[in-house]
């Protein structure tokens, strides 16, 4: 497993950013039980033939929007041959938005009519048809309550993903991971939004679904590199920042997704 030493080379040696975007993305619709849904979507140029192309979803968090994850992400700059979609979530009630005034993403299974899990399957319908998707390499990174979100979808479609990257995100109560895959954990020890505690308990989480309760290894100054008995390896990223989603994050993120797929054993 080369995943260790992949995270330490991008904590070590600094951000590269890849080559520029060439295009702004193209914004697909969807209708999902009668409301139009819409997402962003980065694909390479080229003409993929029988060439299959990696996958990312990216979700942004509580009041975000497609556009500005796609510029803080830059998950189409840093692996430009991956197709990067970024959905644009509705409005959504939180502790902090009782009334639903912001764009979000449903937490827990069941709720608001499944509207967000029901998205993700038609997008992946459609990119599978329309894009030359390799369902082998299909992953999911959020951040906040997308990060959540993707929690979520390792819950209830572990089946459709390769790995997971979750940027300050937490479990809610009734999720329950079932299925190991790999995933890359990274939180702040000062976050003031989503507190620390809750950010560990559903790292401890994934660890133990993922059978990656031995003891980690340094994978650099802030880097844990978490073995797997059940080939689902973790990676946690603890830094002493706030409630952020920084540059290198996304860069390992990448760099964890580049060396696991579903196929490989890793």
């Known amino acids: 497993m080369k995943l260790g030493f992949a995270i330490l080379s991008v904590l070590t040696m600094g951000i590269a950013w890849g080559r520029p975007a060439t295009a702004q993305g193209t914004t697909l619709t969807w209708t999902v039980d009668g409301m139009q849904r819409e997402a962003l979507v980065f694909a390479p140029q080229a003409p993929t ?8 979803f990216a979700f942004h968090g509580h009041g975000g929007n497609a556009q500005v994850a796609s510029r803080r992400m830059r998950f189409q700059e840093l692996w430009p ?7 644009q979530g509705l409005p959504t009630p939180s502790p902090k938005d009782p009334n639903g005034l912001r ?18 399957d038609a997008i992946l319908l459609t990119l599978r048809k329309d894009y030359g998707v390799d369902a082998a390499r299909v992953y999911a990174a ?26 300050a995100g937490a479990l809610s109560p009734s999720t329950q991971l079932r299925e ?12 003031p939004v989503l507190p620390f505690e809750k950010q560990q308990a559903a790292l401890q989480a994934a660890r133990q679904v993922d059978q990656a309760t031995g003891a ?11 073995p797997s008995t059940v080939q689902a390896p ?14 290198q994050d996304a860069q390992a993120m990448v760099s964890f997704f580049q060396n696991i797929s579903k196929n490989s054993g890793k």
Request: aromatic content about 12%; charged content about 20%; hydrophobic content about 40%.
């Open 216 to 226: 980690g290894q340094s994978c650099g100054p802030l880097c844990t590199f978490y």
């Open 81 to 87: 041959e991956a197709i990067v979609v970024y959905p």
């Open 142 to 167: 959020g951040f906040s309550n997308g990060a959540a979100f993707s929690y979520l979808l390792w819950a209830e479609r572990a089946k459709d993903f390769a790995g997971f990257g979750i940027g």
């Open 180 to 191: 190991p895959r790999p995933a890359l954990v990274v939180a702040g020890e000062t976050d």
């Open 103 to 120: 764009s979000g993403w449903q937490k827990e299974a069941g709720q608001l009519g499944d509207r967000d899990l029901k998205f993700v």
């Open 49 to 56: 033939g029988s060439v299959k192309r990696p996958l990312i």
């Open 234 to 247: 973790v990676l946690a990223i603890l830094h002493p920042g706030g409630h952020v989603f920084r540059p």
